[in-house]
């Protein structure tokens, strides 16, 4: 049975005798609570549950006494849009409502008192026998909000969107949030609904639309902020000016009156209305859309598909500002998208994707962009799947279920897509962008288009596929080695570490690491015969725009006898540490440890320097392409192989063309041991005319010639010349023997 979650409750993040403290005198603010970390979106006081999503700790109002009940039953309690009293609907607007008689508003009064604490404090209700919450903002957008279908269904997915952005929304530090999402998720009705709710109670403020184009912009304001608003029950509905089905701004003002002669000589008067002074617009696509205006709240809906010239993370920059007064944050953007290829605007949101993680943050407490970034995987948002509880049906149902429509679901999500995946295996495009519109992870909603890679992507994103669902961290262990007692030359030891710079996925027994054997005072490797690596080095500690390509190291084993993994890359290192000693200090000490050669470029010389400064020359390999006598004076010095000529360019392609179609993706009886998810998207995106960007795909190609070296062995060609001899020879056929001349 497949099993997902999107949260977890952390039942012991604080003590349950300080929550019940402070409960009890409703000392929970609303907001960043520093003392214990976490983001209260309770606005009573008092707390219950402690949520973490997407790494975000969210403090749930207290479970109250009265919960909405739609049956005793536990199987008919879902969620059911509550009733409108006939006679309130027929009210179109508080001007209506004030010609009503004092007896006939004292009797609804409570019912509108109730509404608006529903739409500030959230609201409880059973489903399927369990206490389940919703914002306030969630509470609007199911209840009174009219999408294009009629009323919004309830969705687990979307319950747990609404809690993070309540966070958001709370959290001092957060200008935001950047939420990945798959198509038809309903981010727009959602981020329109919000637009509508947050417009109708704030006073002098100004509320943004943007999309990736003008058009989709005045669409979404159309089509769904428009309707949004004008489907309000009177009492959420402020005064309006203008027309009732405004095309460029909605505005909540009081509209201004005509000033006449006759009025004024009558001494007529106008009654004082009282008006928000909010407006809702959108502006056309650009970098500098909303510059220098003062934001409530900014959607950005399809930022994942802003395509040249226009560019996301520019107009980011610029509208961050529109969000804050000096140091303190006044408005809120949400920001959701689907991702187009990278070339044509997901790169840009990418960037922007993983620079709002919230696990990593400035000294200030706000992460990079400024936004948290949120992603919900497909199979919690397919439309069809999505059961009356508002929860997926992961696999096919083993008794009845019905949608909220009360429509049989014969069939599990998970295997729905399994199927449409196994129909594109052969339109590579086609799946990168079905993966694309429905991701089940964030690696398939930054899938790239297919057009340049040389090598079998078919292959390749399958073992990428099957690494995601191995869930990768269990093979695979990021950490550090170290000289033992700080002692160079000595021995070195691995020790796992969550911010280490190596991932690697086998370690040789006890009594195959550290290998060395010395001759002539030279040391060279003990596993030579098990594996090597290959390196794509640098020389230069730092670049002037701070953007140099990192160094690369890969290590891959041999067909041998030993306790090892046959024709595996076991170990994997892309990084740019502070210094370049740094980096050629890793590299040695993970040679030493696995007792294993390197192939490294000898165009950038450093690093095979320092090698040879350190006594292990015998570690560098020479070129496998030329025999002793070939060699350079400097190749003679400190081995290495030019990585530049056509036909070394040539032979490092094939050779990763080569490993890709034998030892990667699906092999019949089972998927590769290829776990390194770095270097198998850089083999998906190389590009031989263009190599520079392409450090893993150079390191591990270099490994792959190491390790098959005999290969590359020029062979003598024996050139055979005629002697001439001094002896006659002759045709002894018939009686006579004749000379042949």
């Known amino acids: 049975m497949y099993k997902q979650t999107l949260y977890s409750i952390e039942d012991s993040y604080v003590k349950p005798q300080v929550i019940k403290r402070m409960n009890r005198y409703k000392k929970w603010e609303y907001g960043y609570n520093v003392e214990h970390d976490l983001v209260v979106i309770s606005k009573t006081g008092k707390i219950g549950k402690i949520y973490t999503i997407q790494n975000l700790k969210i403090a749930l109002p207290e479970e109250p006494k009265d919960i909405q009940k739609r049956s005793l039953k536990k199987e008919e309690q879902f969620w059911s849009r509550l009733e409108y009293p006939k006679e309130l609907s027929k009210i179109k607007s508080v001007f209506d409502w004030e010609k009503y008689p004092i007896d006939f508003k004292e009797k609804w009064y409570e019912y509108i008192d109730k509404e608006f604490e529903k739409r500030e404090k959230g609201f409880w209700f059973y489903n399927n026998g369990n206490p389940t919450y919703i914002t306030g903002t969630h509470y609007m957008y199911l209840q009174w909000s009219k999408i294009d279908v009629g009323a919004a269904d309830y969705r687990e997915s979307n319950r747990l969107f609404f809690i993070f952005w309540e966070a958001c929304k709370a959290d001092k530090r957060c200008y935001g949030m950047s939420y990945l999402k798959n198509r038809r998720s309903g981010f727009s009705f959602m981020a329109s609904g919000e637009t509508v709710n947050m417009a109708t109670i704030s006073t002098d403020s100004r509320f943004g639309i943007l999309s990736k184009s003008g058009a989709d912009a005045k669409k979404m304001f159309t089509d769904k902020v428009v309707p949004i608003s004008s489907n309000y029950p009177f009492f959420f509905k402020p005064i309006q000016d203008g027309m009732d089905r405004p095309k460029t701004e909605l505005a909540y003002r009081v509209p201004a009156s005509r000033l006449t002669r006759r009025k004024l000589n009558e001494g007529e008067t106008e009654n004082e209305l009282e008006g928000l002074d909010t407006t809702i617009d959108w502006k056309n696509t650009g970098d500098n859309s909303y510059d220098g205006e003062k934001l409530k709240l900014l959607v950005h809906d399809e930022s994942g598909k802003w395509e040249r010239p226009d560019n996301i993370l520019n107009n980011w920059r610029v509208t961050k500002t529109c969000l804050r007064l000096g140091s303190k944050i006044v408005g809120k953007c949400m920001m959701g998208s689907t991702s187009n290829a990278l070339e044509k605007g997901g790169g840009n949101f990418k960037k922007l994707y993983y620079a709002s993680d919230v696990t990593n943050r400035n000294r200030n407490g706000q992460t990079s962009s400024g936004l948290y970034s949120l992603f919900i995987p497909m199979e919690w948002n397919y439309e069809g799947f999505i059961d009356a509880y508002g929860l997926p049906v992961f696999d096919n149902p083993e008794k009845e279920v019905k949608d909220p429509n009360g429509d049989l679901i014969t069939h599990g999500v998970v295997e729905h897509w399994e199927n449409e995946v196994e129909g594109l295996k052969d339109d590579q495009d086609g799946l990168n962008e079905y993966y694309r519109q429905f991701p089940r992870t964030e690696k398939h909603a930054f899938r790239d288009e297919a057009k340049e890679s040389i090598f079998n992507l078919t292959k390749i994103y399958e073992q990428v596929d099957y690494n995601e669902d191995l869930k990768n961290t269990a093979v695979v262990t990021t950490g550090a080695f170290a000289w033992e007692n700080g002692m160079q030359d000595t021995r070195v030891v691995f020790y796992p570490n969550k911010d280490g710079r190596f991932r690697i996925s086998w370690v040789p027994p006890n009594n195959l690491q550290n290998q060395v054997i010395i001759k002539n005072g030279i040391k060279y490797p003990g596993n030579e015969h098990m594996g090597a690596f290959g390196c794509d080095s640098y020389d230069i500690s730092g670049t002037v725009d701070k953007r140099g390509s990192n160094g690369a190291l890969h290590g891959l084993t041999k067909f041998s006898m030993e306790d090892a993994p046959p024709n595996c890359f076991f170990l994997e290192y892309i990084a740019r540490p502070q210094t370049a000693e740094m980096f ?158």
């Open 584 to 741: 050629f200090e890793d590299v040695l000490m993970a040679c030493v440890f696995y007792g294993m050669p390197i192939l490294a470029e000898n165009n950038k010389p450093r690093l095979l320097y320092h090698f040879k400064r350190r006594g292990y020359r015998g570690y560098s390999m020479n070129r496998p392409d030329k025999v002793w006598n070939k060699l350079s004076v400097t190749e003679r010095e400190i081995g290495g192989i030019p990585n530049s000529s056509e036909d070394i360019k040539q032979a490092h392609a094939a050779a990763i063309e080569s490993y890709v179609e034998t030892h990667v993706g699906f092999l019949g009886e089972g998927y590769g041991n290829m776990y390194m998810q770095r270097t198998l998207e850089d083999w998906a995106k190389f590009n031989i005319n263009n190599r520079t960007k392409h450090d893993a795909s150079i390191s591990s190609g270099l490994a792959i010639m190491a390790c098959n070296k005999n290969r590359y062995t020029p062979v003598a060609v024996r050139q055979k010349s005629k002697i001439s001899s001094p002896f006659k020879r002759y045709d002894n056929n018939g009686s006579i023997s004749k000379i042949i001349k």
